[in-house]
């Protein structure tokens, strides 16, 4: 079965700085989807960002932007001129291609990201 | 554009009984998938049903049904609920068969409780 992992539960960064949040993720899947979503304390999952595996391009949404690793099964999230606003749980989530897994999606325990001041 | 909507937000029960949770997909999806979340966990899927049918099942036992409706509208019932019940239901939808089906959009989620 495919499994996410985010080894980081919690990180902090300063207001205007830079933060990387890491995820690797397992499968024997060749094409599949990546994402990383935002829950807010108001709880609604938010979409940030999505990577298609077939393309080595790493996709960039405004300050947010995604390091693809394909090889090493990694997929990290920076976020860039942090804002109090990010403050945040990130999930990294996993979509297959395959009808074994379908549509079904494969979330980590995510990382509480804190914005200080 | 009207959003994924849940309800209730918050629900309380006891060990037991049985709970119905309701969603309404984003305007123009036709697609829904449930998925739990406990409490300081990442979401875990329950299932998908697109067509009135579930087509695609987590590691959930049977207590965990549901149905969708022609509207597209889907409900999640739980039945002789468990302590271990007490979770974040949130529900998902996406448009089947379109070039962006890989991406799902989510509710607010409903708060259960079994005491």
């Known amino acids: 079965a495919q499994t996410v992992t985010q080894s980081q539960p919690e990180m902090s960064v300063q207001e205007a700085e830079t933060v990387t949040l890491s995820c690797t993720y397992d499968?024997?899947?060749?094409?599949?989807?990546l994402f990383w979503y935002k829950q807010p304390p108001s709880r609604q999952m938010i979409l940030v960002i999505r990577?298609?595996?077939?393309?080595?391009q790493n996709a960039t949404e405004n300050r947010f932007s995604v390091n693809f690793q394909k090889a090493a099964k990694s997929f990290s999230l920076k976020i860039s001129d942090s804002q109090l606003g990010d403050a945040a749980m990130y999930f990294c989530a996993y979509r297959g291609y395959s009808s074994n897994t379908g549509n079904q999606f494969y979330f980590g325990t995510g990382t509480s990201l804190t914005v200080i001041p | 554009d009207a959003g994924v909507t849940q309800s209730p937000t918050h629900l309380i029960k006891t060990r037991g009984q049985q709970v119905t949770l309701r969603c309404s997909p984003k305007?123009?999806?036709?697609?829904v998938s449930w998925y739990q979340q406990a409490l300081g966990q990442g979401p875990q899927f329950i299932f998908q049903?697109?067509?009135?049918?579930?087509?695609q099942r987590g590691n959930f036992p049977d207590r965990f049904s549901g149905h969708q409706f022609p509207n597209y509208s889907s409900e999640l019932n739980v039945n002789a609920l468990l302590l271990g019940d007490s979770a974040l239901y949130l529900c998902a939808s996406s448009l089947y068969g379109a070039a962006n089906t890989d991406t799902q959009y989510f509710g607010p989620g409903t708060r259960l409780t079994v005491l």
């Open positions: 305007s123009g999806h036709d697609t």
């Open positions: 499968t024997s899947e060749s094409d599949y989807y």
């Open positions: 049903y697109y067509e009135e049918e579930e087509r």
């Open positions: 990577q298609e595996a077939y393309k080595q």
